[in-house]
């Protein structure tokens, strides 16, 4: 299945940027990131940036946006037999366009990976064709996957709490 991935949540003042590899099945069906209810992404986030449970999926992102957290994946498009980035063909992958993004957001301090398959793809077919001049802190962050059953939640909060580090909560909107 060729799949393509969803612009960017991202107001033009964002601190960090949370990157995957691409939206799985549920999230491509439902058009939301992350929408898998097995996938530990918004329950660490709401809990990090101290929201509620339950939040309905625009409340969501309202909240990643008011603490100027940007949320996009690493690949345009791709294909793969299932919604496991270990399915992607190698030959079908097409990144995101980051000169521009990190252009259009100046502000940008941090970038995580959420999974060690964002940052290696990131790293192959994004980072030599950026500028010298983009200077970002990188983080290698657990997967919030349900296939990621190695590592407990628990620990993955504990590493994604470095989104805090330069997100911040802002009145103002961009």
């Known amino acids: 299945m060729h799949c393509h991935s969803f612009p960017p949540i991202a107001r033009r003042d964002a601190r960090v940027l949370i ?17 898998h209810p097995q ?3 918004w329950g660490i986030i709401t809990d990090i940036l101290g929201a509620g449970v339950g939040l309905p999926y625009g ?3 309202s ?7 940007a949320v996009w994946d690493v690949l345009r498009s791709c294909s793969r037999a299932s919604s496991l980035d ?5 030959a079908t992958i097409v990144p995101n366009d980051f000169q521009r993004f990190f252009a259009d957001h100046p502000d940008l301090a941090q970038v995580c990976f959420n999974g060690a398959k964002a940052a290696a793809l990131f790293a192959r077919h994004v980072r030599p064709h950026l500028p010298p001049t983009i200077a970002v802190e990188y983080h290698s962050l657990p997967s919030t996957s349900p296939a990621n059953a190695r590592v407990s939640r628990t ?12 997100a911040q909560t802002d009145d103002h909107s961009a």
């Open 19 to 35: 990157l995957g590899t691409m939206p799985g099945k549920r999230s491509l069906e439902e058009r939301q990131y992350y929408a």
């Open 155 to 166: 620990e993955k909060r504990q590493a994604w709490q470095v989104i805090t580090h330069d």
């Open 63 to 69: 909240l990643l946006t008011e603490h100027r957290v």
């Open 86 to 90: 270990a399915d992607i063909e190698p």
């Open 39 to 41: 996938n530990a992404f």
């Open 59 to 61: 409340e969501r992102v």
